[in-house]
DNA sequence: AATGCCTTTACGGAAACCCGTAAGGATATA
DNA sequence: TATATCCTTACGGGTTTCCGTAAAGGCATT
C-alpha cells in the first residue's frame, strides 16, 4: 500500500479534512501536506531527493489567485511537472469539477489515476479510490460514473458567479441586473432563481445562507 | 526591527492575510507560519536551537476542534509555553475578540505586547502594532481603546450561536424557538433580528448571506 | 417612588425570497 | 414539417426577512 503521500488543496478545511481521512482510516503514517503547488513541487523534489518520494499525491484541480503570485497556478501545471520528475507517480484529483467532458478530459491527456467529486460523499470515495489506484484501476467518483445518463447536475461557471455573487451581499435581483449588463445568456431574476435552487438541491442546503456557508467550506468561493 | 516571525491562526485564509501584510509592508523577511498550535511550538524550540529564534510571534486566541486531538488548546496556553522558553518573546494577539473586560484581562495576565481585533482594518492595525511593539509600546486596536465610552457593540456567545445556526440554515423563526427551549435570555424572533441587525451594521455585511460569509472569512464560524 | 436608560418584545408594512405553473424559444430527431 | 425536449422567462401568491416604531420590563440613580 501507499507509503507516502502527499496533499495540496489551497483549502485549509479540505486540505486537513483529507489529511485526517488518511491518517483515521488508512495505513499511510506519512501524509505530508501544503496549500501551495510551487511548496507542493518543492516539498516532492526534496523527497526524491532524500530517497523517500511521494508515491502518491492527492490535488485540487484549481487554486484561488493570491496577493503571492504563484509560477505553477493550477493543478495541471503541477502535475506535468511531477509526471516529468516521477513517471509513475499515483495521482488522484479531487476537485469540485463535475462536468463528465471537462473530466474525461483531463483523464485523457493527463492519465491521473482518479477524480473525485468534492461534496457529501467526496472523503468517503477517496477511502474507496485509494485501493483502487494502487492497484492500478482508474477510480472516479459514483456521481460521474453515470456517464451515460444525461440527467445528472453539472455546476457551470455560471453558478460559480452566482455563489461568488451572493457571498459578496448581491441580491438576486441585482445579480440579474449584472449578467443584463455582461449579456449573459442569462438573465432574469427568475433565471438566477431556478440557477440557485438547483444548486440547493445538489448541495442538500436548506435555504440560501446555507448554500453559501457550503460554498465556502467546499472551497468554491 | 523584528527579523523572524512566527504566525499562528488555524484559519488559512487569515493566516495567510497576515503573512502577505508582513511580507508587502514590511522589512521582516523570514516569516514562518503553521495552523496548529503544537505545530507552533516546535517551530518555536528549533528555531531557537538552531541560533535563529523568533522575535515576534502573532496569534489567535481560539483555535477550533478538531478531529486531531491538540494539547494545546488555546493561545494562551501556548504563550504561557513560549514565555517560559524565551521570555522576552513580543506577542501580538489578534482575534475577533472584541470584549474589553476579557481583552483588559488578557493583557493584564499574560503580558502580551498587542492586541488587535479581526475586521475590516485588521491587517492595518496590525501594521502599524509593529513598530509600537518594537519600541516596547502596548498597541491595542483603535476600536478597543475608547475604553471609557459605553457604548462600543460587543459581539457575545449569543451572537456567535446565532451565526452558527445562520451558516446550518436555521432560519430565523426556528433560532428564535432554539433559543425558547434553552430558555435563554433572549427568546423572541424580534430579538433575533435586532441581534442580526447589529451584526450586520458592526461587519458592514449588505445582507445575512454577506454576514455569513464575512464569519466564515474571519474564522468565527 | 420617580426618573432615565437600556434591552426585549410586539407589530405592521415593505422588500426580498421562494416556488410552482405556464408560455415562448432553441435545438434535435423522426 | 411536425414533434419532443430542454432552457429561459414571466408571473402570481405564499413565506421569510427587513426595518421602523412603540410598548413593556429590568436596573440603577436620585
Redesign the pocket.
Same mark, same amino acid.
Given at each position: 500500500m501507499f507509503k507516502n503521500v502527499l496533499v495540496i488543496d489551497d483549502h485549509a478545511a479540505v486540505n486537513h479534512g483529507i489529511v485526517q481521512t488518511l491518517k483515521n482510516n488508512t495505513n499511510i503514517h506519512q501524509v505530508a501536506f501544503t496549500q501551495y503547488c510551487e511548496d507542493a513541487y518543492i516539498k516532492f523534489q526534496k523527497a526524491q531527493q532524500d530517497g523517500n518520494p511521494f508515491d502518491l499525491v492527492i490535488l485540487d484541480l484549481t487554486f484561488k489567485e493570491d496577493h503571492h503570485k504563484q509560477r505553477i497556478k493550477t493543478g495541471l501545471d503541477l502535475i506535468k511537472l511531477l509526471r516529468n520528475k516521477q513517471p509513475d507517480i499515483k495521482i488522484i484529483m479531487y476537485s469540485v469539477e463535475d462536468r463528465k467532458t471537462k473530466i474525461q478530459t483531463i483523464i485523457d491527456n493527463y492519465s491521473i489515476n482518479g477524480f473525485i467529486s468534492k461534496g457529501r460523499h467526496g472523503l468517503k470515495e477517496l477511502l474507496e479510490a485509494i485501493p483502487n489506484v494502487w492497484n492500478n484501476t482508474l477510480y472516479t467518483s459514483k456521481a460521474l460514473n453515470l456517464s451515460n445518463q &444525461?440527467?445528472v447536475f453539472e455546476i457551470d461557471d455560471i453558478d460559480i458567479v452566482i455563489l461568488q455573487e451572493l457571498s459578496k451581499g448581491t441580491?438576486?435581483?441585482e445579480i440579474a441586473e449584472k449578467f443584463q449588463l455582461k449579456n449573459s445568456?442569462?438573465?432574469?431574476?427568475?433565471?438566477i432563481?431556478?440557477k440557485?435552487?438547483k444548486l440547493?438541491i445538489h448541495f442538500k442546503a436548506k &435555504?440560501?445562507i446555507h448554500l453559501v456557508a457550503i460554498g465556502k467550506d467546499l472551497g468554491i468561493i
Open positions: &444525461n440527467n441580491s438576486q435581483k445568456k442569462i438573465n432574469s431574476l427568475s433565471s432563481e431556478k440557485i435552487n440547493k &435555504n440560501t
